[in-house]
């Protein structure tokens, strides 16, 4: 199993296909993007079926989410789901994308046997959607969550981060839109991981004050926290339920002593958290002939070595160099 120092038991694998994307939030990266990985630094769809292949196969893995930068853009991602899907044990396969050519896509994932999607939608306001994006596609978002519900992969998880005078005024709107859709909304803290280095504390919209908002416009219960296990978000049911909201407090109500996560960078860079300052390279030892038994030795020895948190709240912490883009959510 990866199991690390203090008794964390890896078991959701978060795989990176790629660190590009066709949107440019102001939480993520500049207007103008970012030097993207060449092509010949990514991992080959062989190469990433066979990491995944060992880490359900001999290291306990029992969930797979596909990232990005926006994984639509691989061209081999329903592929990528087919043979995920194959393995056995087979593992519940999940996608976060922004939802860009979703409405495409819907039908052949699930085809391909993909369980379900969480979509990153903001604001339900077109202009804010352009402002915050610098793309005007909100209308093809909303279609590819229609085209997600329709093909079945449900429950659609829409994620929503909320930034301080742009759109932290439709927290009440977004959730009532997202009940009458039958969606499951989660609101997460932004987090400091642009590429442009200006998150600031007090520039977050809180975890709290989210919930002040919710709290004042509907009824929120919380919902069994026996039930949350290592789920990053505080569930609550709406109004008695049964439709609940999520908030995933990744700064102010951290999750680090349940988390069971590892990640996979799309230039194949293990990696034990968001924040993390070190990685474990994979891709070089695969490229170099080792075998599945040595890649899995050295997947459990970078597991080994995760820390007990992220230490955001520490004065010595540093932002990650890499942005959220190149790591995968």
Known sequence: MLRDSFGRVATDLRVSLTDKCNLRCTYCMPPEGLDWLPNAQLLTADEIVRLVTIGVERLGITEVRYTGGEPLIRRELVDIVARTTALSPRPQVSLTTNGIGLARLAGPLAAAGLDRVNVSLDTLDPGTFKRLAHRDRYADVIAGLAAASDAGLRPVKVNSVLMRGLNDHEAVPLLRWCLEQGYELRFIEQMPLDAQHGWTREGMVTADEILER???????????????????????????????????????????????????????????????????????????????????????????????????????????SRPMSAIGG
């Open 214 to 320: 919710l709290s004042a416009a509907f009824d929120l219960t919380a919902d069994d926290r026996e039930e949350r296990g290592s789920a990053p978000a505080e569930r609550f049911l709406v109004d008695g339920g049964p439709a609940r909201v999520g908030v995933i407090g990744s700064v102010t109500r951290p999750f680090c002593g349940s988390c069971d996560r590892v990640r996979l960078t799309a230039d194949g860079q293990v990696r034990n958290c968001l924040f993390a300052t070190e990685e474990s390279d994979l891709k070089t030892a695969m490229r170099d002939g080792a075998s599945d038994e040595e890649l899995a030795a050295r997947w459990i020895a970078a597991v080994a070595r995760k820390r007990a948190g992220h230490g955001i709240d520490d004065p010595s912490f540093l932002q990650p």
